[in-house]
C-alpha cells in the first residue's frame, strides 16, 4: 500500500512531472485521526517498479520536500518517502521509525546532468567540514546527513537519511535502487552520518 500526503507546502519546479502522471485510483482512509489519501500505483516506470519492489519493507509518501538539485535544468523530478515498517533503536531507549527522502531527476542530455551534480558536489560541505568535496576523492569526515546518490548519463537518483536512523542496514534499499536503474552509472556516493563520504 502507498500513501500520499504531502510534506511541505512548497510547489514543485513547473517542469516537475505531477504525481498523478505515475499514480492509480486514490481514495482516503482516516488514521489516528488524520486523513491520509492512499494510492494504488501504477506506474510502470523505474520509481513504480522501485515502490513495489520496496512495499513490504517500507510504506511509500508522496513529498515534496526541497533537495539543492530543484535548482538546476531538470526536465522531470520525483520525490517519494520510504518509511521502515520496523522501528530502529536511537541511544540507550528510544526507537525511531527509519525514513529515506528519495529523489529522482532526469535531464534533457548527459552535459545537464554533470552540471547539476557538480554544483551540487560544490555546495555539499564547507571549506572545514570535510570539503570542499572533490570529484573520486574519499573524505573521512564530512559534516552533511547521511545519503546515497547515484548519478547515470540522464539521470540522478538520491536518498537521504537522518543520523537517528543509522541502526537501520541501508543495504537492502540501495541494492534495490541500484537493480532498478542499473549498475551501469557514472558516479555512485555512499556517505554515513558524519562520514566516510566514499565514491564507487
Not at 535544468?73 to 541511544?91: A, D, I, M, W
Not at 532526469?106 to 570529484?135: C, H, M
Not at 532498478?180 to 558524519?194: A, L, S
Request: glycine residues 6%; proline residues 4%; hydrophobic residues 35%.
Amino acid at each position: 500500500m502507498v500513501l500520499l500526503f504531502s510534506c511541505s507546502g512548497e510547489q514543485e519546479q513547473a517542469d516537475s512531472m505531477d504525481f498523478d502522471d505515475f499514480a492509480g485510483e486514490t481514495g482516503v482512509q482516516e488514521d489516528n485521526d488524520t486523513i491520509v489519501e492512499t494510492v494504488v500505483v501504477e506506474d510502470l516506470s523505474e520509481m513504480g517498479q522501485l515502490i513495489r519492489n520496496m512495499e513490504a519493507d517500507y510504506d511509500t509518501v508522496y513529498c515534496t520536500t526541497s533537495h539543492p538539485i530543484d535548482r538546476f535544468s531538470f526536465s522531470t523530478s520525483r520525490k517519494v518517502s520510504f518509511s521502515g515498517k520496523e522501528q530502529v533503536p536511537y541511544g540507550k531507549s528510544n526507537m525511531v521509525t527509519p525514513v529515506a527522502d528519495f529523489f529522482y531527476y532526469s535531464f534533457t542530455d548527459s552535459n545537464k546532468t554533470i552540471n547539476a551534480f557538480y554544483n551540487y558536489l560544490d555546495r555539499l560541505a564547507d571549506d572545514g567540514e570535510g570539503g570542499p568535496v572533490k570529484l573520486n576523492e574519499d573524505v573521512k569526515f564530512i559534516k552533511t546527513p547521511p545519503l546515497f546518490m547515484v548519478v547515470y548519463d540522464t539521470i540522478i537518483v538520491s536518498a537521504k537519511y537522518k543520523c537517528e536512523h543509522e541502526a537501520h542496514n541501508w543495504r537492502a534499499f540501495q541494492d534495490s535502487v541500484l537493480k532498478v536503474y542499473g549498475k551501469d552509472y557514472k558516479y555512485q556516493i555512499d556517505v554515513d552520518c558524519g562520514g566516510p563520504l566514499v565514491w564507487k
